[in-house]
């Protein structure tokens, strides 16, 4: 996803806090109409994935994924795969690269993702 005109810009994380990123144009799009029905819960949600993406303590709302969705690629680097509640439908996936503190969005939207309708 290219930058321009009139675009938000997202400031670099701050010392001890993680980047942020998209992994792809459809988890960009996803963000938007999630902000756009819940503006305050996601931006909660960025909160957290800014200063406790990975929390010892996992919650019903925010947890790691689990079988085969427990993990996910994202440029060659295999990363644990974990979800935030938004909405009773809104969820963001995301892929938790530790080593280099970012979170990788791989899926984000006002639905339930349909991998889990296993």
Not at 41 to 60: G, H, K, Q
Request: charged share 25%; with cysteine; hydrophobic share 30%.
């Amino acid at each position: 996803m290219s930058t321009g005109r009139g675009d938000r810009a997202a400031p670099p994380a701050p010392e001890g806090q993680w980047e942020v990123r998209f992994a792809d144009a459809a988890s960009a799009k996803g963000w938007e109409s999630l902000a756009q029905q819940a503006r305050g819960n996601t931006y909660r949600a960025w909160v957290t994935l800014r200063t406790d993406p990975t929390p010892r303590d996992e919650t019903p709302r925010h947890h790691r994924l689990k079988g085969a969705l427990a993990h996910g690629t994202h440029r060659g680097r295999t990363c644990e795969q974990w979800q935030i509640e938004v909405t009773g439908g809104g969820r963001i996936w995301y892929l938790a690269d530790t080593s280099r503190f970012t979170c990788w969005i791989t899926f984000a939207g006002t639905g339930h993702p349909r991998a889990t309708d296993h």
